[in-house]
């Protein structure tokens, strides 16, 4: 029931279900168990209660997407690079930003498909999902990548690790499949993949009501040395105490292997149209130092 209610906090709706209705089936099998009423009412209240959180994330993430010329606008506006592979890594990563998973989702996909940027792919794949509170697409998503001959068998171990890391914050125990083929894909050397993963920073505020106070963000999505954090609704003066362009002096970066202080500039903030983070705030970090 513990697993039950971090998967729950977590936002995990239909993991949390899933395991109540485990234990419900499990009490219902146990001859002392199931004489208590009390339990039992218990556990039949909190699937009643998840039905209705996941019936809820299902209307909210129906939020009609953007219309492809409006989509193709946003990818041509944030698309900086002259090379063609990386413009369309900016231009898919953008979509995310807004809130288009479904749409970078595709975008993602094809470039790994065509092995541009293979590595920064996948993981921005597995961000999608898991933006899309589905931790078990990722999950499967990163077990056809193991069965299938796309991804080389370093690449292969960096996305288990990251998506390891990622569920475990998230209160997910699982198994996640052994990297063990050897692969006949070659590592491709890119700067762009050598920068550290970022899972969540740590950021001592510069103005606002807060001024010198902390606050912590996990990581939604990362390109290079710019990571993007989200800032809910809720806290909307703290997210207008990242002003464009403000510089943080002081920032704690975690990550799987390491954790270093640095500073950056905020590069970037908009405000969520669609999908499970509507109204909330993405804004961009880029890492000055370290």
């Not at 419900?24 to 099998?29: A, R």
């Not at 498909?113 to 792919?121: K, R, S, T, V, Y």
């Not at 001959?149 to 699982?174: C, D, M, P, Q, Y």
């Not at 920073?201 to 390109?223: A, H, I, K, T, Y």
Request: charged content about 25%; aromatic content about 6%.
């Amino acid at each position: 029931m513990k697993e039950a209610e971090i998967y729950r906090g977590q936002g995990l709706f239909v993991a949390s279900r899933e395991k109540y209705l485990h234990i419900l089936q499990f009490i219902e099998n146990n001859k002392r168990l199931c004489n208590d009423k009390k339990l039992v009412n218990t556990v039949k209240n909190k699937i009643v209660n998840l039905e209705k959180d996941v019936a809820g994330l299902h209307q909210e993430t129906a939020v009609p997407e953007l219309s492809q010329d409006v989509q193709g606008l946003i990818k041509k506006l944030f698309s900086f690079s002259q090379d063609q592979g990386a413009a369309a890594m900016e231009g898919a990563i953008a979509l995310a930003k807004f809130g288009q998973y479904e749409a970078a989702l595709a975008e993602f996909q094809r470039l790994l498909e065509d092995g541009a940027f293979p590595l920064i792919a996948a993981k921005n794949i597995l961000r999608c999902h898991l933006a899309l509170s589905s931790p078990n697409a990722a999950i499967d998503q990163f077990a056809q990548w193991v069965s299938r001959n796309l991804l080389s068998k370093e690449h292969l171990k960096h996305t288990r690790a990251f998506l390891a890391n990622v569920l475990e914050k998230r209160g997910v125990k699982i198994e996640l499949p052994a990297v063990i083929r050897t692969s006949s894909v070659t590592d491709q050397t890119d700067e762009q993949e050598d920068i550290l993963d970022i899972s969540s920073v740590r950021v001592q505020l510069q103005n606002g009501p807060d001024n010198g106070g902390v606050v912590e963000f996990d990581v939604s999505f990362q390109s290079g040395n710019i990571i993007s954090v989200i800032v809910s609704a809720k806290q909307k003066d703290l997210a207008d105490s990242f002003s464009l362009g403000i510089r943080l002096p002081d920032i704690q970066f975690y990550s799987p292997i390491a954790i270093f202080r640095g500073s950056g500039i905020v590069s970037g903030k908009t405000k969520i149209k669609s999908g499970p983070k509507r109204g909330d705030y993405m804004l961009d970090i880029k890492i000055e130092g370290a």
